[in-house]
């Protein structure tokens, strides 16, 4: 019985993970930057390295931060478009995928 409960242990922990998984992007700075009022309001952005896409959305070509998903999105579109302006370099928290989707982005930071 022990075996049993241990492999149902092991296979939630590893459903759980998949789940939630992300990926810091490469810093990079940010080329295109717009807001799309799409599902409620995206901010959408093209950086420099776009090669993180770890839930294999199906349009990679953008990265976005949703505004109703994202209890942060002020601050992170805030972020990369001050980046954007001021040619700094950024690493974004990419996880999960839009409703057309494009990478989303959770979270972001400035590197040097």
């Known amino acids: ?22 990926e810091w992007s490469i ?13 409620g309001g995206y901010g959408v952005f093209q950086l420099e390295n776009m090669t993180i896409n770890p839930n294999t959305c ?7 931060v949703s505004k109703v998903n994202n209890s942060v999105f002020d601050e992170v579109y805030s972020m990369l478009l001050a980046a954007h302006l001021s040619e700094k370099k950024v ?14 982005i959770q979270h972001a930071r400035l590197v040097e």
């Open 91 to 104: 690493q974004v928290w990419i996880a999960g995928c839009s409703p057309h989707n494009h990478p989303e």
């Open 58 to 64: 199906t349009s990679p070509m953008y990265y976005v």
């Open 1 to 22: 019985m022990n075996i049993f409960k241990s492999l149902i242990v092991l296979f939630f922990t590893m459903l759980s993970s998949s789940a939630f998984s992300g």
């Open 27 to 39: 810093a990079s700075k940010v080329l295109v930057t717009y807001a799309h009022s799409s599902s």
